[in-house]
């Protein structure tokens, strides 16, 4: 059971625009930066987004992230075939000795 | 270019132990706390632990805490992960990953495979 909750699934048809949702609480995303990292398949992890909702250089402004209370959102928009992976919501967490968190991972299929 | 490679990975009996290494290059290694990620085969990004530039603050996840050590050398731009009492449940593709503000897991390694069998 993670700590952060993304739905297991998402999906979407070429063009279109989607959301993945990540939900923590107060002493994780209410209280901290949020991070999303893109994995494609078979491959390492990539950063897509960082405190936030900034981009690293590299990656198109198709990606943005947005944070609310103690949700965040990854949105894609112009949905591509090579936008299909797993994404993983991540943020530090204040509680106990503190420990960064990730969430379960959103698997995106583009249809 | 920003590399890390990690090492060290294998095939280990239940209770044995190993030591991983991620070996770094293109960038001020002394300069970027670090960290180790796990993803067990078919699952999800697990955090494990993070040391800081001078390794003064070191943290692990709770379920880590005392058979997982993390330390560094920048001297030898090297990072590693000692992992005593190996169990299944350890078996992972292991990541190294760097932080540096205002990012963090900005660049990972290709991963190194570990796998916890009698």
């Known amino acids: 059971q993670s700590v952060l909750t993304q739905p297991p699934s998402a999906s979407g048809t070429p063009g279109q625009r989607v959301t993945i949702s990540c939900s923590g609480s107060?002493?994780?995303?209410?209280?901290?930066?949020v991070y999303w990292c893109q994995q494609l398949p078979g491959t390492a992890p990539k950063l897509l987004i960082y405190r936030n909702n900034q981009r690293p250089s590299g990656v198109p402004d198709r990606f943005s992230g947005s944070k609310s209370g103690t949700s965040a959102s990854l949105a894609i928009s112009g949905l591509r075939s090579e936008d299909e992976a797993d994404y993983y919501c991540v943020a530090w967490d204040d509680s106990l000795s503190g420990s960064w968190v990730f969430g379960g991972g959103t698997k995106l299929t583009v249809l | 270019e920003v590399q890390l490679v990690e090492s060290g990975g294998g095939l280990v009996k239940p209770g044995g132990s190993l030591r991983l290494s991620c070996l770094a290059s293109g960038f001020t290694f002394s300069s970027y706390n670090m960290h180790w990620v796990r993803q067990a085969p078919g699952k999800g990004l697990e955090w494990v632990s993070s040391i800081s530039r001078s390794s003064s603050y070191i943290y692990y996840a709770d379920s880590m805490k005392g058979r997982f050590t993390i330390s560094r050398d920048n001297a030898r731009n090297s990072l590693y992960l000692q992992v005593n009492d190996l169990r299944a449940e350890d078996t992972a593709v292991y990541y190294c990953?760097?932080?540096?503000?205002?990012?963090?897991?900005?660049?990972w390694g290709q991963g190194a495979m570990v796998t916890v069998s009698s």
């Open positions: 990953a760097t932080e540096k503000s205002p990012t963090a897991f900005d660049f």
């Open positions: 107060s002493s994780n995303i209410g209280s901290n930066y």
